[in-house]
């Protein structure tokens, strides 16, 4: 079992910045690719991006690439969603996921789940 508690967010601006993180508690946290998801009101959930177990690799949805970074440190257990550049259409509620193994995007390939930060970004 992994556990995943979830903190930061909050409201900003317009072309502010947040970080997410994400602390994961339970087995090997290295052994855990990450994921981060979001999921707008009447939207469905929506990928992010991914991290790989080590963090040499990771992958983001073209809305936010360049502007969303994702890391880890596996020495505390915890991912981060560094959000920059912030627009009013990121504007969700966004998870952290973890699995063991390869990343995948699929929101169903993933076993445990943070329980949401909401982030809302005014005009």
């Known amino acids: 079992q992994v556990q995943l508690v979830q903190s930061g967010g909050g409201l900003v601006q317009a072309g502010g910045s947040l970080r997410l993180s994400c602390a994961a508690s339970g087995r090997t946290f290295s052994s855990y690719a990450m994921g981060w998801f979001r999921q707008a009101p009447g939207k469905e959930r929506e990928f992010v991006g991914y991290i790989s177990l080590s963090g040499g690799s990771t992958y983001y949805v073209d809305s936010v690439k360049g502007r969303f970074t994702i890391s880890r440190d596996n020495a505390k257990s915890t991912v981060y969603l560094q959000m920059n550049s912030l627009k009013p259409e990121d504007t969700a509620v966004y998870y952290c996921?973890?699995?063991?193994?390869?990343?995948?995007?699929?929101?169903?390939?993933?076993?445990?789940w943070g329980q949401g930060t909401q982030v809302t970004v005014s005009s």
């Open positions: 996921a973890a699995r063991l193994g390869f990343p995948p995007i699929e929101a169903r390939e993933y076993s445990y």
